[in-house]
């Protein structure tokens, strides 16, 4: 039998198959192209994972032998048999529909996806063949979307305390559940617009099954059960629903009309998807942003960092802001100088478990960056502004490797505190965290004027979680009294994090003040009410602001040459330059590498020069950042 050659198809072209099982058990079909604006039928789109890409069986299309991806054929078996809900369906699946080896074909196709998933009568979900205990998981989360977890009777309240109990009655079920969370699907990146952007959804594994519907419920209610306890790991699918929550937020459906996010804050919170091919981390979200013209026309021809190099550059132009730079605060390969990517461009292809607000520019006063915070969250009563509204200067060096930028150079990093132990996560941290800490000059402030400023640096000045208000800086001080007298009585009363952060930090000096004097002082000022100590879940709470700025933003609290106090990266180290650049929303760390070339080290907060107070006070001059 001869092998299906594909016909050349042009862009506003697709191409459908529908198939069957012979009876000696042979896949076969037939492939037909359609044009969309006209004569396209009625279809079902798959969305699948590939896996490794093996060919060890074929299908039968149009009489002739195409190879047939492994991890496909299953689901055809189930698809095309005689029983099949599906008979006689037409499918747009990827593998077979797109000419794989014709790599302008897949780039002319790509801008096709979003509406070819958004047309299709019904989106199916392949997570893969049955297991011992997918049917129990699938049951599991049906059961779980008819639950009344935001019922204010007693009795609801009891049954979903019981069904949360990951070691009680449903121990087997919600070990069930979290196997099929860890199934390929839920982490690849093209599946999340695949998912998206589909009006009509069902998952199957097997053949268990169940609808988007009942899957957000399920998924509502397991955030009800385990947002806090860490005891399921459901980060994927979380962030789904919220993605799928922004898409239904309009007029009518909630408070506001969201409208769909910028490139740059969704590729930043799927960092933790898997992407074979690592343009794709851009590729796979352009029916998800209002921004994807960026990025230029796709193209798998060419480099990687092209690609990211040119976003930079697309970005500062479009909206005459440095604010992308930051990204690679925590986009970063390393720090010894091996990465392929010049130190202000974000690099993509990093891992990271995702942050709806990763960076201080990630604030929601900045739409063209701005957050995947809920609709309902959408006020802002403050903005980050540290260059005001100057517009940057750039230039670029020929290769596209240096940058030239203006800016004011501000400060520079004297003393650094420590990053606790506990929180290191790899080796270049601790020998980071070995610099000596020394700082003797005078403050430029009293000791109550150093505590507001300590406090407002450990919160980056913000009292919520998505950075849109100034921090009740009173409240969060008197919060702050309470926990460090409780820490200083017995620290297991408070959470690890926080009372390891005192400890290695209680001999960092502020001026002449060591930290544990400082704190000395103010739990000693006046009498402090026992049993008051702050909920973490409170989300406005002084410790909820810490946690976020200084675990899982990884920040470090440091003093600065001219006696300011700042929060930096952990990467940040004594000497480094602290500036303002024209464009940034925000100071920036730059590291001199050698006769005034820099390296870009991250963003940060520096008390008094976050709303444009540097501006005027210091000469203007070029960095060129490397």
């Keep these: 039998m001869d092998d299906y050659n594909y016909s050349p198809i042009s862009a506003n072209q697709i191409r459908l198959l529908r198939g069957h099982q012979m009876e000696d058990g042979i896949l076969a079909g037939e492939l037909k192209i359609f044009t969309r604006c006209s004569s396209l039928p009625s279809f079902n789109a798959l969305s699948y994972t590939w896996g490794e890409p093996t060919y060890n069986s074929t299908i039968r299309v149009n009489g002739k032998r195409l190879p047939l991806l492994s991890s496909l054929r ?11 809900c599906f008979k006689d369906t037409w499918w747009w699946i ?5 000419n794989q080896r014709d790599g302008e074909e897949k780039a002319s196709q790509l801008p096709s996806l979003e509406n070819i998933f958004r047309k299709a009568e019904k989106t199916v979900v392949w997570l893969g063949e049955a297991s011992y205990d997918s049917d129990d998981a699938i049951n ?10 935001w019922s204010q009777r007693q009795s609801d309240r009891l049954k979903a305390a019981e069904i949360a109990d990951r070691s009680g009655k449903y121990q087997v079920q919600w070990n069930a559940v979290q196997s099929l969370f860890r199934r390929p699907w839920w982490n690849r990146v093209w599946t999340v617009q695949e998912q998206i952007v589909s009006r009509n959804q069902t998952f199957f594994c097997g053949q268990a099954h169940i609808d988007q519907q009942e899957l957000y419920w399920a998924i ?32 009518g459906v909630g408070s506001c009309n969201h409208p769909r996010q910028s490139l740059i804050a969704t590729i930043a919170y799927l960092a933790d998807h898997d992407a074979t091919d690592p343009r794709d981390r851009l590729f796979s979200v352009s029916g998800l942003v209002r921004d994807f013209l960026l990025c230029g026309r796709p193209s798998y021809v060419i480099r990687v960092e092209t690609l990211y190099t040119d976003l930079v550059r697309a970005f500062i132009k479009e909206y005459n802001s440095l604010d992308i730079i930051c990204f690679a605060t925590i986009f970063r390969a390393s720090i010894d100088g091996t990465s392929t990517l010049p130190s202000w461009v974000p690099d993509w292809r990093i891992k990271l478990t995702p942050l709806v607000v990763p960076l201080m520019v990630s604030q929601g006063a900045k739409e063209y960056i701005g957050n995947l915070r809920p609709c309902n969250y959408s006020g802002f009563s403050a ?10 200067e750039i230039a670029y060096s020929p ?63 913000r009292g919520d979680h ?40 209680s001999d960092f000096l502020f001026g002449v003040v060591r930290l544990r004097k400082l704190l000395d002082a103010i739990v000693d000022s006046k009498e402090i009410e026992e049993g008051r100590l702050p909920d973490l879940k409170d989300r406005r709470g002084f410790l909820a602001r810490f946690y976020d700025t200084m675990v899982r933003m990884q920040r470090k609290l440091v003093l600065c040459k001219n006696g300011r106090l700042a929060t930096v990266p952990w990467r940040a180290q004594k000497a480094d330059v602290i500036c303002v650049l024209f464009g940034c929303s925000v100071p920036v760390v730059l590291r001199e590498l050698e006769n005034e070339v820099f390296e870009f080290v991250g963003e ?23």
């Design 399 to 461: 290769d596209h490797l240096k940058m030239t930028c203006t800016g004011l150079s501000v400060t520079s990093i004297e003393g650094l505190t420590k990053f606790p132990q506990t929180l290191f996560h790899d080796g270049e941290k601790e020998e980071l965290n070995s610099l000596p800490l020394t700082a003797y000059q005078e403050l430029p402030m009293d000791a109550s004027q150093l505590v507001e400023s300590i406090l407002r640096c450990l919160v980056l000045n």
């Design 74 to 84: 299953p689901f055809l078996l189930q698809a095309f048999a005689c029983s099949s």
């Design 604 to 626: 940060c907060y520096v008390d008094g020069y976050m709303d444009g107070e540097a501006i005027g006070k210091a000469k203007e001059r070029q960095f060129v950042i490397k």
């Design 383 to 392: 903005c980050y502004s540290a260059s005001l509204d100057i517009s940057p």
């Design 466 to 505: 998505y950075l849109n208000h100034l921090a009740p800086i009173q409240r969060y001080l008197e919060q702050f009294r309470i926990i460090v007298s409780e820490a200083m009585k017995d620290k297991l009363k408070v959470p690890p994090w926080f009372a390891d952060w005192l400890e290695v930090n």
């Design 220 to 251: 509502r209610g397991i955030y009800k059960c385990h947002a806090t306890t860490g005891l399921l790991d459901f980060g994927s699918q979380w962030s789904r629903i919220r993605l799928l929550e922004l898409r239904d937020c309009s007029p």
């Design 140 to 149: 599991f989360l049906l059961f779980l979307c008819t639950i009344g977890f």
């Design 94 to 98: 990827d593998s077979i529909c797109i």
